[in-house]
């Protein structure tokens, strides 16, 4: 492999040689590629306080008596049998991460959906995935519609689903790292009924979890 | 229990069932390692397995790497079953180890010419548990290491019990195949003279020891011992640069043992198999565990009875855990060889129970038990199989995530956009993203800097997150990818070909 490495560098070099010649004497930058080193077992990462680097949270201004209408709500999903846990876990006020306090559904493209009982003026939705371990959730879509089936009436108002893998259309949101802050989601004062989340695993396994969410909004 | 050999029904249902067990491990083995992505030190393994490959030389490390067996036995059977380099794939790659381990319950069913049903369960619960299904099927040096040792081991009991020029050679010609596996051989060593000690009603019994270690026979064993290392570390006598490499590793891998990194408490592989959950899911084998410190308590007990070679199994397993546990240095598959030695020990329980003189209730019970742990245990492998790669799954250690795979995919859905010229690539970070160079193997335009911040804005640029420069933003596209467990990388890709890449989808 170094000999066949050595000879397309020799090849690129004498290649930039002569295309520098009909260039008014500029030269291409020339990259000489580090071949890979070999490492032993990787040692554990602790990261025992999460700090997302991003962006910080969105200021959302809301009227007076917002409050989370997402509280005890009922909670559906496309997996009715979580592998681990409640789909109650969602709105029942815990925060925590640990064991007891997620909900674990099935590979791939997935959604819980709440109902807020009647059809509100959203203006803000927080969402914790799970926050012990460093890593971001794949394709989070956030959805608000007054329609249970979401096949109509449907406002997006969180997409990063960037190359459109889960095929509700290409996000532009930006992807994050999973903190105890959860990730406020500005609803822009949208009206619906139902919120419907996506996620589609995340970059430490294919399984969708769910902390909490919270809905702000007024009836 | 032995079996009745002259009880030609009894004989073929052993074979049909130790045939069955077989197929079983096999089957198992296949299919964890389709399901599971290459670990660093797997794809690490496989990058010198394909070097080898490629160019015909392998180069011995001994800061780091282990002896030369693995590659060298892997290429030959390559050659012989007619994989080439370019064909790898998760399953074909890991075909040593997976050979190793099921050579491994072929030598429990029919290495002994007196067959025991202690032999037939043991290798039963070591092919469907989920350890030894994970760990033969792993593209590092334990299955084949964990195999030598038990093949030496016998060696050396057979040495034992009558010495002898030929067998002492043997013996050497092993411990040589078994140190050029893997440097931690010296404690094998040590532990299976202790279990050949432990077993003899009289171990230190000055006449027997002086026959055993006659002058000429442990020259014998040494002169073959050197022999078979030359030949290992040498390529068969064509380059003898990498011997002295050889010696000097073990002063590595004697600072390596205090830790490096990897220091874990001594209770660390116990609580590995006893029960516990890790966020949600329940994990352990608490009955192995205690049927296998009965099935230990039974061969001490009847020690004047039990099978030699099921007594030294046990031991040596035993004495491998102890000292595993006394150092610092800790990782699961260090536990290989105990946990065939706990298979045999729980099968030396059941064995004994169907064999006793009680009740013959009490002995159905024994039979039933046994098929119901062999069934938990089978539930369990399946259980492995979904978490995978999950850091969740308690016997894998800092596997790269499922989810490494799509970087792997979106690197090469990038580069079909113009099959003509390769991509160029920037890796960056002192761990070279493994398993990716693995990936990237055939790309002759992809550079690996240690110092991320060293590194050109090239089509696509990859390392942990928050080490890239910001200006990045400027001409590419970020993307998250997980490496392992609390390890993420950032992957940025040029704007042209995200865009190129968006009008396919």
């Given amino acids: ?219 | 229990m032995p079996i009745n050999l002259s009880d030609k029904t009894s004989y073929y249902i052993y074979i049909f069932l130790g045939l069955l067990v077989i197929a079983g491990g096999i089957a198992l083995r296949i299919q964890n390692s389709e399901a599971r992505i290459l670990h660093s030190d797997e794809a690490v393994q496989a990058y010198q397995l394909w070097e080898l490959m490629e160019t015909g030389r392998y180069q011995y490390d001994p800061e780091d790497k282990h002896g030369p067996l693995l590659y060298r036995l892997n290429a030959i059977v390559n050659l012989f079953v007619g994989i080439d380099a370019s064909e790898f794939n998760r399953s074909n790659l890991r075909l040593v180890p997976i050979l190793s381990s099921v050579a491994l319950l072929a030598l429990f069913l029919f290495g002994s010419r007196k067959p025991h049903l202690a032999s037939l369960l043991a290798a039963g619960f070591f092919a469907l548990s989920p350890f030894p299904v994970i760990y033969g099927a792993y593209f590092i040096q334990e299955a084949l290491f964990v195999l030598l040792g038990f093949i030496l081991l016998y060696a050396t009991l057979t040495y034992w019990s009558s010495p002898n020029g030929y067998k002492a050679m043997r013996c050497g010609l092993w411990a040589a195949a078994f140190f050029a596996t893997k440097e931690p051989a010296i404690i094998h060593i040590v532990a299976i003279l202790a279990a050949t000690l432990a077993i003899q009603e009289k171990p230190f019994d000055y006449y027997a020891l002086a026959e055993r270690f006659r002058l000429q026979l442990i020259a014998i064993a040494i002169g073959a011992f050197a022999f078979g290392w030359v030949l290992f570390y040498s390529a068969a006598f064509t380059d003898f640069s990498q011997l002295i490499d050889s010696v000097a590793a073990f002063v590595n891998y004697a600072e390596r043992s205090q830790g490096a990194g990897h220091e874990k408490s001594v209770f660390y592989y116990l609580s590995l198999f006893w029960p516990h959950t890790a966020e949600g899911i329940r994990w352990g084998e608490a009955p192995m565990v205690i049927l296998g410190l009965v099935g230990f308590a039974l061969l001490v007990i009847n020690r004047a009875n039990a099978p030699k070679s099921i007594q030294a199994t046990v031991h040596y397993g035993a004495v491998c855990f102890i000292l595993y546990s006394i150092i610092p240095y800790k990782t699961p598959w260090l536990m290989l060889t105990s946990y065939a030695s706990l298979s045999v020990a729980v099968g030396y329980t059941f064995s004994t129970i169907v064999a006793s003189r009680a009740n013959q209730w009490i002995r159905y019970a024994g039979i039933g038990v046994a098929l119901y742990l062999l069934g938990e245990q089978y539930q369990t492998t399946q259980l492995v199989k979904r978490y995978a790669a999950d850091s969740r799954n308690p016997y894998i250690y800092q596997h790269t995530s499922s989810q490494f795979q799509k970087l792997v995919d979106r690197i090469e859905d990038i580069d079909a956009l113009d099959p003509e010229t390769q991509l160029s690539i920037a890796v960056g970070g002192e761990d070279n993203a493994w398993p990716l160079p693995w990936y990237l193997r055939e790309n002759d335009t992809v550079g690996y800097w240690p110092d991320p911040a060293q590194m050109p804005a090239l089509d696509i640029v990859i390392g942990p997150t928050g080490t890239l420069s910001p200006s990045l933003g400027d001409t590419h596209i970020p993307e998250y990818h997980g490496l392992r467990e609390n390890v993420l990388l950032e992957c940025w890709i040029r704007k042209e070909l995200w865009d190129a890449f968006m009008e396919t989808r």
């Fill in chain 1, 1 to 219: 492999m170094t000999k066949k490495l050595i000879s397309i560098i020799a090849v690129a070099a004498l290649s930039v040689s002569a295309f520098a010649a009909h260039h008014g004497g500029k030269k291409a930058l020339e990259i000489e590629f580090p071949p890979p080193f070999l490492i032993g077992t990787p040692v554990q990462v602790n990261l025992p306080h999460l700090e997302a680097p991003g962006t910080p949270r969105p200021t959302i201004m809301v009227p007076e008596g917002t409050t989370n209408l997402a509280d005890g709500k009922e909670v559906t999903s496309s997996d009715d049998f979580p592998i681990i846990g409640g789909l109650d876990y969602i709105t029942d006020g815990d925060k925590e991460s640990e064991e007891g306090y997620f909900v674990e559904l099935a590979p791939g493209t997935q959604w819980i959906q709440l109902d807020l009982e009647s059809t509100s003026t959203i203006y803000g939705v927080a969402i914790w995935h799970f926050h012990t371990q460093k890593r971001a959730y794949h394709d989070v879509i956030v959805q608000i519609s007054d329609d249970d089936s979401f096949e109509s009436g449907v406002t997006t108002v969180f997409n990063n689903d960037h190359d459109n893998s889960s095929g509700f259309g290409k996000g532009t949101d930006k992807a994050y790292l999973e903190t105890n802050e959860g990730k406020l989601v500005d609803a822009k004062a949208s009206k619906g009924r139902y919120v419907r989340i996506y996620g589609a695993g995340n970059t430490s396994n294919e399984m969708n979890h769910f902390v909490e969410v919270e809905v702000f909004g007024t009836q």
